[in-house]
């Protein structure tokens, strides 16, 4: 099992420790999940995401490569812009969702703690003919999220650039707290905010400074469960839940990331799904009778299993028991009724729009 | 690790439900590690009213932000009574977890040798204190 540099912090913060993605993470801190969350709905809350890759790509080809292996138009993408895309197998599901940063003569691709092996082999073996150096940061770089609609302020305090002029989705590279940074107007719960890289050997002090400078406004460590929560709220979706090898980009209602006037792996199975629409997808799901519907559960349609739930829980923001689901096209028109099969008990839910929480970005 | 409230009154379960015995009726909730491992609980469905429950046996389920976990009937009877201010404020469990009780069995004669055969308060810290080794 590995473990982040600030796995001794979390602990001393009375973190409670659990395996994420073969790291020793904290779930939640002593304040708990419920607190955690609204934390970063009404202040800020700073996540140690630490365990995700960073693939540096360089080299005369890395346009190229890039253009070729995820599917997002990165000729769009101005110097400092970051973007949102995925990686797709040939038959169009999902090897993995990354971030993508344009930075000065290199591009930072941020991909999942849980795939990282995976992603890393899967690059390599589409590199061809081209002439492209792919480099692994992630134990260089220690990756942090501050998330929250105060997250700006607080993180104002550490450094002299104005991060006023840093728009959503995009990135600076700056100094902060003295420690050279690159920073993303980015992250992965609904709110405004921000996901940090710094050097690994700075990540012990800058933690305790960053928490110490938003303690006045209320900015608390926040663990695993909040962070899925919050992410859940937004309906972002999450590897192996929402996005998977089982599932294609289309069903996964991820159309939104793909520039179809570009190649890339997967476009042509995937243009074959757009054509022919997808056959099952994914919906926002609220309960009608109350229930918490998990990832796994059955979905049902008089009775027979039509579908399963993704991921599912109790809304601590909306105060509703919400899910996600994949269903077969009939059923995926808002006010649909399904049923989700809650330890052998039908419950009623009904098809609602997505995300159940607007983001507030900047 | 953390220490754990404890209610001295009551006898405890290996799954970690309490039940105290008033005006000779079973009242049972789950403790305070109980809540603890669980963390924030949002939803608690309880069992029907006139049930015939038999000691171990899962018939209530409280749901966390992380996992739904079975509530054991720590002895056998009939349910009489659920606590339906757990539907609005499931979150008392957390705070008042020897308070916020799930359900009243009105027992049977195995009362006594069921109650006998659960932890007393000490026994069950330290069987808490263990298992988190």
Not at chain 1, 36 to 52: K, N, P, S, W
Not at chain 2, 1 to 28: I, P, T
Not at chain 2, 40 to 53: A, K, N
Not at chain 2, 59 to 81: L, Q
Request: aromatic content about 8%.
């Amino acid at each position: 099992m590995q473990r982040t540099p600030l796995y001794a912090t979390h602990v001393a913060l009375g973190g409670r420790m659990v395996e994420f993605a073969g790291y020793e993470l904290p779930v939640q801190y002593p304040t708990g999940p419920m607190t955690e969350h609204h934390a970063v709905r009404t202040a800020a809350g700073l996540f140690d995401i630490d365990h995700m890759g960073q693939f540096e790509v360089r080299g005369p080809d890395a346009d190229a490569f890039l253009q070729r292996v995820q599917v997002w138009d990165i000729d769009q993408m101005a110097l400092l812009d970051a973007h949102y895309s995925l990686l797709l197998y040939a038959d169009g599901t999902v090897v993995d969702d990354i971030f993508l940063y344009k930075l000065t003569g290199r591009w930072l691709v941020i991909v999942n703690a849980a795939n990282r092996a995976k992603d890393w082999e899967w690059l390599q073996a589409q590199v061809g003919g081209l002439d492209v150096a792919l480099i692994d940061r992630s134990d260089e770089l220690c990756m942090l999220a501050l998330q929250g609609p105060k997250a700006e302020q607080i993180m104002q305090r550490l450094t002299d650039a104005d991060l006023d002029k840093v728009a959503t989705r995009t990135a600076a590279e700056i100094t902060l707290a003295g420690l050279p940074a690159i920073i993303g107007r980015t992250g992965y719960t609904g709110e405004d905010g921000f996901e940090l890289y710094i050097p690994t050997d700075g990540a012990v002090g800058f933690w305790d400074g960053l928490l110490d400078a938003g303690k006045e406004d209320g900015l608390l460590p926040c663990g695993l469960a909040a962070r899925d929560s919050l992410r859940f709220e937004a309906c972002m979706p999450l590897y192996g839940h929402e996005l998977s090898a089982d599932i294609n980009a289309l069903e996964a209602r991820m159309g939104w990331t793909v520039s179809w006037n570009k190649a890339f792996i997967g476009r042509d199975a995937l243009l074959k799904v757009k054509l022919e629409k997808p056959q099952r997808l994914l919906v926002g799901l609220e309960m009608v009778d109350k229930a918490v519907a998990r990832e796994h559960y059955d979905v049902a349609v008089a009775g027979q299993v039509v579908g399963h739930v993704t991921s599912g829980m109790k809304s601590p923001t909306l105060d509703k028991f919400l899910a996600m689901a994949l269903v077969p096209a009939a059923y995926a028109a808002n006010g649909a009724t399904v049923d989700v099969v809650v330890r052998g008990q039908p419950k009623q839910a009904k098809v609602v729009k997505r995300p159940f929480y607007k983001p507030r970005y900047k | 690790m953390a220490n754990f409230k404890l209610d001295n009154d009551a006898r405890y379960a290996k799954s970690h439900e309490w039940v105290r015995v008033e005006d000779g009726v079973a009242v049972v909730g789950i403790s305070d590690a109980a809540q603890d491992m669980l963390s924030d609980v949002v939803y608690v469905e309880l069992p029907e009213i006139g049930r015939v429950v038999k000691a171990g046996e899962a018939i209530s389920t409280v749901e966390s932000v992380k996992a739904a976990e079975d509530v054991n009937a720590p002895v056998s009877g009939v349910i009489v009574e659920v606590n339906s201010a757990l539907e609005d404020t499931p979150e008392i469990v957390n705070t008042q977890p020897y308070t916020a009780w799930f359900f009243r069995i009105e027992p049977t004669a195995a009362l006594e040798s069921e109650l006998a055969g659960l932890m007393a308060a000490a026994d069950y810290d330290a069987y808490v204190a263990a298992s988190a080794h």
